[in-house]
């Protein structure tokens, strides 16, 4: 299994460009989610899914987009990047273990928004 | 206010010895908390998982307990190897919304030779 994998690993983008996200996901988990991390921060939520065609909004959702289409996939959207989210981009997918959601994490987007 | 705050936010260690790193938070209800350690450029692994009924639980040579009462947690590092070089966050989940997780902002530690 590849886990949670995500697309692309790193990507340079001019203010007011568009770009998307991608995590894939193959363990057949219910949830996803969009975080980012910031220096000097803890992770912060963007959107999350509890499944396939069911998106949320988390605590930072301003800027972003999201669509679950398909229940392995979970895509982020910016539609006109600003500096304010340079950032490193994490996607995690979830299954319930007892009363416990155990989140699994993808080795991060970083972006750089000039 | 839910927070989770760590502490030292850096740590240096040779190589062998033990660690202890601190984690308070004030989240409530309380449902769970965690510790993840994050590589360089990785993404965070979970580590241990303890709800407030546990004191204690391993994972190879990471030690986490957890003080309910107090609100307070610690992640024991023993004989610690270069490999350990990470970041290590706390997490704290609230027990009415039991996916929505609350992140320390981690504590970095390098371990040298």
């Known amino acids: 299994n590849a886990g949670v994998t995500q697309t692309p690993k790193f990507r340079v983008l001019k203010t007011g460009q568009s770009m998307t996200l991608l995590c894939a996901q193959d363990m057949n988990h219910e949830y996803m989610y969009w975080y980012r991390q910031d220096p000097g921060m803890g992770l912060r939520l963007i959107h999350y899914s509890v499944g396939e065609g069911t998106t949320a909004k988390g605590e930072v959702p301003d800027g972003y987009n999201v669509s679950r289409l398909k229940k392995q996939n979970f895509l982020l959207g910016l539609e006109s990047a600003a500096p304010s989210q340079t950032s490193v981009y994490f996607c995690?997918?979830?299954?319930?273990?007892?009363?416990?959601?155990?989140?699994?994490f993808g080795p991060g987007t970083r972006l750089t928004v000039t | 206010k839910n927070q989770v705050e760590q502490s030292p936010q850096s740590l240096i260690i040779l190589e062998g010895k033990n660690c202890t790193l601190q984690c308070n938070y004030t989240v409530s209800p309380f449902s769970n908390l965690r510790w993840y350690k994050q590589d360089t450029g990785r993404g965070p692994v979970s580590l241990t998982i303890m709800t407030f009924s546990e004191n204690t639980k391993s994972n190879g040579r990471y030690t986490a307990t957890l003080d309910a009462d107090t609100k307070q947690s610690s992640l024991h590092i023993t004989a610690s190897q270069l490999s350990d070089s990470a970041s290590y966050i706390c997490v704290v989940s609230a027990a009415h919304n039991t996916d929505k997780l609350i992140f320390g902002t981690g504590t970095r530690l390098q371990v040298f030779p």
């Open positions: 995690a997918s979830s299954f319930k273990r007892g009363r416990t959601y155990e989140q699994y």
